[in-house]
Every structure is written in C-alpha cells, then in structure tokens.
C-alpha cells in the first residue's frame, strides 16, 4: 500500500499542508500541467468549491468526477 505523501502549498495567500497518496498527487499534476495552471492554482479551484469536505477529500472526489466525464 502506498504511503500518503505530504505537501505544503499556498492557496489563496495561506501557507496549507495537504496528504495524498502518490497516484493522487500523480492524477492532480497531470491535470495542472494538462490545463497550464500551477498545483496551488487548480488545488485553489477545488479548494473554493469543496464545500464541508477536507481539502484531500474534495481533491480525491474531484479527480474521480473528472475521470468519470472522460
């Protein structure tokens, strides 16, 4: 089983550290680079619209729904 990895990132002017597994930061990159935005720029998108969720949750779910319109 794969470790969960731990990043710190600065979303919208706050410094935050975010877990993910690695095939999940993997997933998340590929769709920054993909939509020539910044890691901390599409994870300020999910984080604006992630409602009561935690920030790796609303990432994780995020990714699934992305994938699942592909």
């Given amino acids: 089983m794969a470790k969960d990895l731990k990043r710190s990132l600065t979303i919208a002017g706050h410094r935050t550290s975010l877990s993910?597994?690695?095939?999940f930061?993997?997933?998340l990159q590929d769709v920054a680079r993909?939509?020539?935005k910044t890691l901390a720029s599409l994870v300020?998108?999910?984080?604006?619209?992630?409602?009561?969720?935690n920030?790796?949750?609303a990432i994780r779910v995020w990714l699934f729904r992305r994938a699942k319109k592909t």
């Fill in 34 to 36: 993909a939509e020539k």
């Fill in 20 to 23: 993910l597994e690695p095939e």
């Fill in 44 to 53: 300020g998108e999910v984080d604006r619209t992630r409602g009561t969720r």
């Fill in 55 to 57: 920030l790796s949750s």
């Fill in 25 to 27: 930061w993997q997933a």
